[in-house]
């Protein structure tokens, strides 16, 4: 058996985490590949080491960066005293002056933090430290290729034993660094998941698992013990960040669960996902997770539904704007188009014009500062009343339902309510499916 293990950035912020995440790795032999993050913060107040190279690429610019590498230097050199190892890294950040003078490129600048603490992870564990630029492979547009990236991981690591993979990058053809977006380590273990045939990919964060809802709105919400691919892609597309959304996909290919773990306390069995489950959840719903920011176009139009091509013409004029849509609820005559608020603004007399020269609607209007919250579950298929409770929920709080969205998989319901409503919504859904369990 063989095993991926990514630690991220508050679980190698400092010698004592490394010693932790030393510990985790040493406790069990399978554990053989390790997808390393930059340093994130050692207390609330402190910088991530991403965020200060960022802010020394800038600065080298100007001609002023020394104060700031000096940081980051005294970084690196901090956890390396800690750990009590004879690592040298002037080279590598004399290489690093070097191409911040040059101004290669800001994600060359971000990718330094996680290729750092690779290189002194590697040397704390005994491991052979691989750089993710010769396997993890972009196209001339930055688009990643899974197809060469699989071939490329596998060759290189054929024979290898032991390694330390920096995550977060890779690199285009011509050898220019390129990243993924923030919390991209998540996609570089799950790509070396994959492409290895792994039997478990496991990523330790500072969480127990994955969370019903936010911790943030709900204090101390219930840990999810097992959750499918496609409900946890649900609630990361809608705001859930205890992994990158795009961390799903190399491993659901290859029918690999994952397991969130919590570095602190590597003990508590986190949260198991997979590709499907006989398991019975303990609540109806499995997870609770939004987004603010939304508004929504309101188009009325008599004999709507005999009109062949209306909705095609309508999304073709948000197409022709480079305006991407989130949902269509629809009725007889109408039809309602929620849309990134951000995304939105700068362009809506443009799309509203085009909108009535295309199809002739007898009324629109707009509804801005709108939320979307999706409740999802495996538990809903079989439980009747679901939305009935919902809505129930929602109407004893007193808030307005805005929009209502509801998938044919049965997974899924979305409501729509005002930026106001939001937490209040999801309080009061939480409570109702799991703290009560009407």
């Known amino acids: 058996m063989k095993k991926v293990v990514k630690f991220g950035g508050s679980s190698l912020a400092s010698a004592e985490q490394f010693k932790k995440v030393g510990a985790i790795i040493r406790a069990d032999g399978t554990r053989r590949y390790v997808v390393p993050s930059a340093p994130g913060k050692r207390f609330s107040e402190d910088t991530k080491v991403t965020d200060l190279l960022y802010a020394c690429y800038r600065a080298a610019d100007r001609g002023k960066f020394e104060a700031v590498l000096s940081e980051i230097k005294s970084r690196y050199q901090e956890i ?53 630029a010769e396997m993890i492979r972009f196209d001339g547009n930055g688009q990643f290729d899974a197809e060469i990236t699989e071939l490329l991981v596998q060759k290189r690591l054929n024979g290898v034993d032991t390694a330390v993979v920096p995550g977060f990058y890779g690199a285009k053809e011509n050898g220019e660094i390129k990243t993924f977006s923030r919390g991209g380590s998540d996609v570089t273990g799950s790509i070396l998941a994959g492409a290895l045939d792994v039997e478990l990919y496991e990523n330790w964060t500072d969480v127990s698992g994955v969370m019903v809802t936010d911790p943030r709105i709900i204090q101390n919400p219930k840990v999810i013990d ?49 590709e499907d489950t006989c398991k019975k959840p303990p609540y109806t719903i499995t997870g609770i997770a939004g987004k603010r920011g939304f508004c929504s176009l309101f188009i009325e139009k008599s004999m709507m539904n005999a009109e062949i091509g209306f909705g095609r013409k309508v999304l073709q004029i948000l197409e022709e704007q480079g305006i991407s849509f989130e949902h269509i609820p629809s009725g007889i005559d109408t039809m309602t ?47 009747r009343g679901t939305a009935a409770r919902i809505f129930a929920s929602l ?3 007193n808030v307005n339902v805005k929009m209502i969205d509801q998938g044919s998989s049965e997974l899924n319901i979305i409501v729509g309510v005002s930026n106001s409503d939001f937490e209040r919504a999801i309080r009061a859904i939480y ?3 799991v703290t009560v369990q009407l």
């Not at 950040?93 to 003078?101: P, S």
């Not at 205890?242 to 508590?268: Q, S």
């Not at 709108?370 to 409740?375: E, H, K, P, Q, R």
Request: glycine share 8%; hydrophobic share 40%; aromatic share 10%.
């Open 395 to 397: 109407a004893h709080a």
């Open 80 to 132: 390396i005293d800690g750990l009590e190892l004879t690592l040298s890294l002037e080279e590598d950040f004399r290489i690093i002056e070097e191409n911040f003078q040059k101004q290669i490129g800001e994600e060359y600048a971000a990718s330094r933090g996680e290729y750092l603490n690779g290189k002194v992870m590697a040397a704390y564990l005994g491991y052979e430290f691989v750089d993710p």
């Open 226 to 274: 097992t959750i499918t691919y496609r409900e946890l892609r649900e609630l990361s597309y809608m705001g859930a960040t205890v992994l990158h959304e795009d961390a799903i996909f190399p491993v659901r290919k290859a029918g690999i669960p994952i397991n969130i773990k919590n570095t602190n306390a590597p003990d508590d069995p986190g949260t198991m996902i997979v």
């Open 337 to 383: 188009v929620f849309i990134h608020q951000d995304e939105f603004t700068e362009k809506e007399q443009q799309v509203i014009s085009g909108i009535h020269r295309a199809v002739k609607p007898d009324y629109m209007e707009l509804e801005s500062d709108l939320a979307l919250i999706a409740v999802v579950g495996r538990g809903m298929r079989s439980n």
């Open 431 to 433: 409570d109702i499916f």
